[in-house]
């Protein structure tokens, strides 16, 4: 019975590693083939694969003409994999900082619908023979893109994962913006916004023993890369969608307000209220911004639902009810935080509506997200 699983293994002079590595994983009975994309190393790691492979008829070599970046390596390896029916594609390094015993678990957990990461960041997870230079540089850079792009995983730009065919079929790795090791945090922004689920188990990384590494110069071409996915961030888009509305309805809140407002003094409506002429006016200002409220907050969930999250929900009525509690809770929270820096710690009133505004923002845009419209 054939292998479905298939290990994608780049390199670029790993001539001290390679046979090493295969062999590792060939004695610990991983049901999976290896494919090694050389990127037609000096050292002969070509060479050294391809006769490895004339005796071992699960294992395979891609030779690549010019060294042209981890990305399009894995791009190649994935795509030749793809060509051949294989159903999980595993990335992993070459030199031994991806421990081979975590193999089996990263196997297991990869789904049709889920990307399986070893994590360095999670319980359990750590990293061993780095300086603490290096550590504080791949941690906040990690962190750094993780929010930018807004990945759950907490190991945004890990390198040891196991896709499933299913998710490497959508890709289109020709449009790919990273050549290099921006290709990690790339990918799983597009699992992420295409549906499937990012499942992490820890890790164990170990510096490189031999060779060299080839991360010199690759931190900022990746920054670029990250900054240039922030526009691609479905996340990013429906903020920037869900702070288009918020300012569109704070201006129909406002309209309905002034309008509402204007029509019930004319009336005159006779209402109870507390404090003779004045006591009645302020009773028709709060019905009026009742009211407002709640037209505002109607079109906000109308637009909500078919521009920003583009929901399908069928049912509106329990979609619509989670969206006015969140709205409401944001009116509440906004008072209260606006409450506490004038009142409580006498800070001028405009700084008051900055701070509770901002917060409530996040509040409403992420509690819209991961509850009112989650299915979106």
Known sequence: MRNLTLIVIPTFN????????????????????????????PDGT??????????????????????????????????????????????????????????????????????A????????????????????????????????????????????KCYPARFLKQVDFSVLKAAGYAFQPEMLLKAQDSGFKLVETPITFVDRQAGESKIHGELVK????????????KSNRQLLKFLIVGAINTGVDWVVFFLLRTLFFRLQLNLPSLGGQGGAQQTLRQLAKAGSFVVSATSSYIMNRTWTFRSEDKKIGREAAK???????????????FYLITAVFRLPDILGLVIATAIVLVWNFLMNKKWTFRDA
């Open 14 to 41: 790993e001539r001290e590693n390679i046979a090493r590595l295969i062999g590792e994983i060939r004695a610990r009975k991983v049901p999976a083939d290896i494919l090694v994309v050389d990127d037609d190393s």
């Open 46 to 115: 070509g060479q050294i694969v391809k006769k490895i492979a004339q005796a071992d008829k699960s294992v395979y070599l891609l030779s690549r003409r010019e060294k042209a970046g981890l990305g399009r390596a894995y791009a190649a390896g994935f795509t030749w994999g793809l060509q051949r029916g294989y159903q999980k594609l595993i990335s992993m390094d070459a030199d031994f900082s991806h421990p081979v015993g975590a193999l089996a678990k990263l196997i297991a957990l990869c789904r049709p619908d889920t990307v």
């Open 117 to 160: 990461i070893g994590s360095r960041y999670i319980k359990g997870g750590k990293i061993v023979g780095w300086k603490w230079p290096r550590y504080l540089n791949s941690w906040g850079a990690n962190l750094v893109t993780r929010a930018l792009l807004q990945i759950s995983a907490q190991d945004a730009t890990a390198g040891y």
């Open 222 to 233: 990746s920054g670029k890369v990250v900054f240039a996915l922030i526009r691609q961030s």
């Open 323 to 337: 969206f006015f509690l969140v709205a409401t809770g944001g009116l509440v929270l906004n008072s209260l935080i």
